[in-house]
């Protein structure tokens, strides 16, 4: 049952496109954001309608963009990924800099995405290596950490108590810290008279795995006491933000963090009844862990980092088959309670196009790194906003007259009818100011739509 708290009280019996039209509402006219000024809220008004028409498929005022900015406050302040993972402060006042001298020319409002680097390296994070922890101080990111972190033989574990599983397997595997909870009993043992299910709780591995766990938090609570001091968040100064959450497919879900690539490719060929079996558990994991959480009322969409259904990851029938049945009830779950689900299709979709087309007109934001956007304009263009394919090695490396003539083309393949945002394929994460500056150069001279 979802978390209907602060939604209304007829909420259950809205239609799909009443709670779409509700959330699209609440986006469009806040009534709890402080805004610094009058013009700040102006301004959201006309960025936040320019979202609602793109997701809508009509034409708005002019293309939105999104930008790849990536670490760039971070490198313009000479701030490095290791100093604003383990030194909160510096990263906000690089942002608060960046953003007093290029928000309003880029439209875009810097906050710090950095992951808490102290925080990680006392619970012993293994699914990631960073600056500092795993690779060198001077390293500009993080880097995922491939393993297989649930063994073939698991699949009945995960499937039986996916809880039990997460807390005395899976998460001892992937925190160092959490290896004392290897010792405990499983939860659903402790029935009336627990003496001996408790017993656990006095050994040093159990306790030392709980005060590390504090030590984190407190770590945490200084982290966060910092950003409230110092950071601002983007709405409040006029630029709306249509994240909500974040969230995977199921299939990349098991792929990804518990099996790892080559297994599960394995998998679907030598266990596939016990993964498709996993399959829809995750799915339902996901649905509950969305639909439950805090900010569900206030959530607008919902993005999907889509890893391993690209063309060349699997054939058209494993794909139908492994990856788009569970991806799809997923879907239909949020878009069931007005939430806009932003696919971010990693690599090239060109041949999934046809297969991933049947949902409700405006209810899924297709973000496209490698595809072929004349074909996406032509299949999913009527239907649903489609974004990117602005390659970020151009915006790395290219020249901003390159950058320009690339933003001019895709604006003029996909911007008819509206429902086109222009962007990046992916992150870059060291990009060229000046081809930033160029993208909004080329949105503003050929992205306005003449009404």
Not at 41 to 62: C, G, H, I, L
């Amino acid at each position: 049952m979802p978390n209907y708290n602060g939604l209304p009280e007829n909420w259950a019996q809205l239609t799909p496109a009443q709670k779409r039209d509700y959330r699209l509402n609440q986006f469009l006219n806040p009534t709890d954001i402080p805004f610094v000024s009058q013009d700040a809220a102006k301004a959201y008004k006309v960025r936040a309608q320019r979202m609602v028409d793109v997701f809508n498929v009509k034409e708005p005022d002019r293309v939105p963009v999104s930008l790849p900015v990536g670490n760039l406050p971070l490198n313009l302040a000479g701030v490095s990924m290791h100093e604003a993972m383990y030194d909160i402060e510096k990263a906000i006042k690089a942002c608060n800099a960046f953003n007093e001298r290029y928000s309003e020319e880029l439209e875009y409002f810097s906050v710090p995405f950095v992951a808490p680097g102290k925080a990680m390296e006392i619970l012993d994070y293994k699914l990631y290596a960073w600056p500092g922890h795993g690779l060198s101080t001077k390293a500009p990111n993080y880097q995922f950490v491939e393993g297989e972190y649930m063994k073939v033989e698991e699949y009945k574990d995960f499937v039986r108590d996916p809880s039990d599983f997460w807390l005395r397997t899976y998460l001892p595997r992937i925190f160092g810290a959490f290896n004392g909870f290897r010792l405990l009993s499983p939860l659903p043992d402790i029935l009336e008279i627990p003496t001996g299910q408790l017993m656990p709780l006095a050994l040093p591995q159990v306790q030392n795995t709980f005060q590390r766990l504090i030590d984190a938090g407190k770590d945490l609570q200084r982290r966060n006491e910092i950003s409230a001091k110092l950071m601002t968040f983007p709405s409040v100064h006029g630029f709306p933000s249509t994240m909500g959450t974040l969230t995977v497919a199921p299939f990349d879900a098991i792929g990804d963090t518990l099996r790892g690539t080559k297994a599960i490719m394995m998998d679907m060929f030598r266990h596939a009844d016990e993964l498709l079996e996993a399959l829809e558990v995750m799915t339902e994991l996901i649905i509950h862990s969305v639909l439950n959480a805090p900010n569900f009322s206030r959530l607008l969409t919902v993005m999907f980092p889509l890893h391993k259904g690209a063309d060349g990851w699997m054939s058209a029938k494993q794909f139908d088959t492994f990856y788009w049945p569970t991806m799809k009830k997923v879907m239909d779950a949020f878009i069931n309670e007005g939430i806009i689900c932003s696919l971010f299709a990693e690599g090239g979709y060109n041949t999934r196009l046809e297969s991933v087309k049947d949902f409700p007109k405006g209810t899924v934001v297709w973000w496209f790194d490698q595809s072929d956007m004349v074909k996406a304009k032509k299949i999913l263009g009527d239907r649903f906003c489609i974004q990117g394919n602005v390659p970020s090695s151009l915006i790395v490396t290219g020249t901003p007259a390159a950058v320009k003539d690339r933003c001019r083309k895709l604006i003029e393949d996909c911007g008819k009818g509206g429902g086109y945002v222009l962007g990046a394929g992916c992150v870059a994460d060291d990009p060229k100011l000046e081809n930033l500056q160029a993208m909004m150069e080329a949105v503003r001279e050929y992205g306005v739509y003449r009404k």
